[in-house]
């Protein structure tokens, strides 16, 4: 029953978003942009775009992220649909984990586009360790949609609303964006996968602390 | 045991009552306690407590630093107990105790980091360098000034206090991992400084550690005086609010 609710949400979400590619396709160029205003901050030599690439890449994301789910959460506060949801019978731990399965694919989405950019960009050749690179790039994701999903719901009960969300979002994220950017770095600078697979489980952990914990509060955030 | 309860729901509304009478009563205690301790505290500290060798006076700024980041922690857990039990029970007194808290534990954060930065100055000769304690301070101050924020903006049609609940709770359990990824942050990427001191607290002298001891008893008592004078504070607006609301359909009615 949850497993089926969940896939619900997910599937109307994804088939709202194909229809009108308006936020995964902005949010990708933004994020890009952001990537590429970074290399503006100095007057970077290729061994300095090395050593920033793989937190330039965290940080366009954080950017892109910290605008998408207040939107994504957003279109749902529409015509009421929130209320609509909330009155037919499905568990609110359903209805959470339905929007963040929906949130991790949108964003996991954009990365398809920034990731390569970014590598190009950045000069980083991590020829040898893509797959090692998309496994880090899914387990932070997931973690940051899922504190991402959450506190867009409690921003929107505020009156500054999406303002808030990168103020609760970014500190809290903090342990994901350091294991994004440092994982990366081990990876860029190679042989260092001692490091690397520290900073994975770090992530692996707040996936499955902050997804319990952020599936199971999440009825005392959406109710009336 | 005139007051032992016979059920849990009781024993509940009994600690709710019996908790913030007790509150009550040792307000103005623990208010002369704190004056009390916070002088003979600078008494040791100026006086008693000898000069450290290497740092000199900057070096006493310790015994208010480290209390404050102590105050700080014990702040935070308060609001994380409090805010699991205003879920679990959903009585508007352990919001307050958590609202409360989060405030005065703002406070001593930034008091944490203005003493910090204080001392950095004269010691490592810069305000500010990416140390780990520094940074998980200052991210704490971040987490914590949201929750703040969320309890000021949020709609007039919202549940503040389990919106606040929420934040309390998982803002608390981010802090370890918080602080473990940047501990590893800072050991992989050894900064340079330009004076390292020594972990304080490793091998203090007695002196000191008596000093440091009392320090931390005092500025205990202050956050805890400042903490239930806000309680005490929130709890009269609360029920003077209740008075109006009352006092006003009394009017209507005699209408």
Known sequence: ?224 | MKWWPRSWGQFWSTLDGRTYHMMLSARPWIGWLAVGSMVVVFALVFWWVPLEAIQGYPQKIFYIHVPSAWVMYAAFAVVFGASILYLWKRSSLWDIFARCAAEVGFLFTTLALATGMLWGKPIWGTYWTWDARLTSTLILWFIYGGYLLVRAFARPEADVARLAAVIGIIGFLDVPIIHLSVLWWRTLHPQPVVMIVDDPGGGLPASMLITLLASLLAVTLVFAWLWIQRVWQERTAENLALLEVLLDRRERGSR
């Open chain 1, 1 to 224: 029953m949850g497993w089926r609710a969940a896939a619900a949400i997910l599937g109307k979400d994804l088939k709202l978003e194909l229809r009108r590619v308006e936020t995964v396709a902005t949010m990708a160029v933004f994020a890009i942009l952001v990537a590429l205003v970074f290399v503006f901050a100095g007057d970077p030599t290729p061994a300095d775009l090395r050593r920033l690439g793989p937190g330039a890449l965290w940080v366009s994301l954080l950017f892109a992220g910290a605008i998408g789910f207040g939107r994504w959460f957003a279109q749902e506060e529409r015509n009421q649909a929130l209320q609509g949801l909330l009155v037919s019978p499905v568990d609110r731990a359903a209805l959470f984990a339905g929007k963040w399965a929906g949130a991790t694919i949108f964003l996991l989405g954009i990365e398809c586009a920034l990731v390569p950019v970014t590598l190009t960009m950045y000069q980083l050749d991590l020829a040898g360790s893509l797959i090692e690179l998309a496994l880090l790039l899914v387990v932070v994701t997931m973690g940051y949609s899922a504190l991402g999903t959450f506190f867009a719901a409690v921003a929107a009960k505020t009156s500054a609303g999406e303002l808030l969300l990168p103020i609760l979002l970014f500190p809290l994220s903090v342990p994901l964006i350091l294991a994004g950017a440092e994982g990366g770095q081990a990876l860029v600078e190679g042989g260092r996968m001692g490091d690397y697979w520290s900073w994975l489980s770090l992530a692996v952990a707040f996936d499955v602390i902050f997804g319990t914990v952020c599936t199971l509060a999440f009825e005392y955030v959406i109710e009336e």
